[in-house]
């Protein structure tokens, strides 16, 4: 390798340390503060740059929580794609989606505690479908599972919001209560055998519906 390669490497090296350096004080500072009251000037603080440094890097806070969410949703989805493709039946389908996620949430509960607590900030970033690329990619999950005979034929996009509401909620139950791994494992358990025995119903080949049996009330 040149010595022009090596300092180009190292420039890059360094780049790449100081955006993260920015990325860790705005989760810092989102998670004390809270996204509306922090300031950008806030952040800078924590980080000991100069503000024309941070402004290298981003423009806005709403830059900064942006990247942080990305990344996170990023990676927990490939890790959840990776589990799903590797699933031999509908449990493991299932099971192994939950628990990646509930696993997320409680070793790295700063970022989700971020992201639960500033709904209203992070649609106005996505937009109406929230996290749209995580969705779209358990959606296409769903079909070839769907395809490969593991789910029942079905309508995966109202499949896929259900599973991913289901999630989102346990998962802030989760942070609320503090809990741990094994309680994240639990809870996975949990929210896929609830989802199974829904899914079980779209499976039964008798489909005739239930007639609810209602007692008459007793005479006084």
Not at 108 to 119: A, F, G, M, S, T
Not at 149 to 171: H, K, R, T
Request: net charge neutral; charged share 30%.
């Amino acid at each position: 390798m040149s010595l022009t390669e090596r300092i180009l490497n190292r420039r890059e090296h360094r780049k790449r340390q100081t955006r993260q350096l920015i990325l860790d004080a705005g989760c810092d500072t989102f998670a004390e503060l809270g996204f509306e009251a922090c300031t950008v000037r806030d952040i800078i603080r924590r980080t000991g740059l100069a503000s024309g440094t941070f402004y290298n890097y981003f423009d806005t806070k709403e830059e900064v929580l942006r990247e942080i969410i990305d990344d996170e949703i990023g990676r927990i989805s490939e890790r959840m794609r990776e589990s799903r493709q590797r699933a031999k039946n509908l449990h493991a389908f299932v099971l192994s989606a939950y628990r990646e996620i509930y696993r997320a949430v409680v070793t790295q509960p700063k970022v989700y505690r971020i992201i639960l607590r500033n709904e209203s900030v992070v649609r106005e970033l996505y937009g109406d479908s929230g996290f749209s690329s995580a969705i779209a990619i358990l959606r296409e999950d769903m079909r070839n599972a769907v395809s490969g005979g593991i789910l029942p034929s079905m309508n995966v996009d109202w499949l896929a919001s259900v599973f991913f509401g289901a999630g989102y909620e346990m998962a802030r139950s989760l942070l609320e209560t503090e809990a741990g791994r094994i309680e994240a494992d639990e809870a996975a358990e949990f929210t896929a055998r609830l989802f199974l025995g829904g899914i079980q119903a779209f499976s039964e080949s008798d489909t005739r519906p239930v007639k609810l049996r209602v007692r008459a009330p007793k005479k006084e």
